[in-house]
């Protein structure tokens, strides 16, 4: 088991991509967090704060916690009461769930590479 790669991955379902900064892959980093992050927001926003909800999505919020900490502070926003009508509701659940899924293949992807640096060095 390796420690150090278990830790990169930790770190990059955290925060999308901070596994590869920690690896020394900036530009790889700068690009999945712009694109997740992006993405999640962008869906946050359609859905009006209320796409990341367990009491209203409990099925996508599997797929939307793959976003790591984003996530978490997602769903403390949409716990509340919706106040009117959201027409693009789905539209926004359906990207955070995209990105958090995006974000587990990013997850991977960092913890392949570590392990992989481990065992040539």
């Excluded at 927001?41 to 990341?52: F, K």
């Excluded at 797929?63 to 978490?72: E, K, V």
Aim: contains cysteine; charged residues 10%.
């Amino acid at each position: 088991m390796d420690v150090r790669a278990l830790m990169t991955a930790l770190c990059a379902w955290a925060v999308p991509g901070l596994g590869h900064v920690f690896l020394g892959r900036l530009s790889k980093a700068a690009y999945f967090f712009l694109l997740i992050t992006g993405l999640f927001a962008l869906g946050v926003w359609l859905g009006d704060g209320g796409s990341v909800s367990a009491a209203r999505f409990p099925f996508h919020l599997y797929g939307q916690y793959g976003a790591g900490l984003p996530a978490y502070v997602a769903s403390l926003i949409g716990a509340g009461p919706l106040h009117a009508t959201i027409d693009r509701l789905e539209l926004g659940v359906l990207m955070t769930t995209v990105a958090g899924i995006l974000n587990i293949i990013v997850v991977v992807d960092a913890y392949e590479i570590a392990r992989l640096d481990s065992r040539k060095g």
